[in-house]
């Protein structure tokens, strides 16, 4: 996959620029690729201005938690940089929630086991859903995280929506 000026190769030749959750997730998965990159530029907008990614080719992972009954949930969602997840209105019904909100980031990476910034939903605690943005599951090509700030992988927007636990739905507002 050929996305911006980075050198791409198979993330099963390079586990070394993986977190351990995203290293075992990758294993047997066709067209995961990741590339190293400075992790000071690991932010989207420093990112894609750096390494010559278009925003609509960069999707991001949030991880959100949802509340109901004093029980929490986590979920991550994905959507294209260039937008903005309906977190109040589509996410937190789609969920069937009272109250949502961005995880708290101690939370989030330790119940994920990967690095702020970085965070990816391959690896994700297997009773999380992934909400994948329509935009990101018919996308012949997205980068994402790869759950350390130091690389970023290139998957198929198709491989995302077919996660054991995705869920294709339309998460703009």
Not at 45 to 74: Q, T
Not at 78 to 97: I, K, P, S, Y
Not at 124 to 153: M, Q, Y
């Amino acid at each position: 996959m050929a996305i911006g000026t980075l050198d791409w190769v198979s993330a099963a030749d390079r586990p070394e620029l993986l977190a351990e959750p995203v290293a075992r997730a990758v294993v047997g998965l066709e067209g995961v690729e990741v590339a190293e990159i400075d992790p000071g530029l690991a932010d989207t907008a420093a990112f894609c201005e750096r390494y010559g990614v278009g925003m609509d080719e960069s999707a991001n992972c949030v991880i959100v938690a949802a509340k109901r009954g004093g029980e929490v949930r986590y979920a991550a969602c994905m959507v294209l940089a260039t937008t903005r997840a309906d977190v109040n209105g589509v996410v937190r019904r789609h969920l069937d929630a009272r109250k949502i909100s961005f995880a708290p980031q101690d939370d989030a990476v330790g119940l994920t086991g990967m690095e702020y910034g970085g965070i990816t939903p391959l690896g994700l605690p297997e009773d999380w859903p992934v909400l994948v943005d329509a935009a990101v599951a018919v996308h012949p090509g997205v980068v994402i995280g790869s759950g350390v700030r130091r690389s970023k992988l290139a998957v198929p927007g198709a491989l995302l929506a077919g996660l054991k636990t995705a869920q294709v739905i339309n998460l703009a507002n």
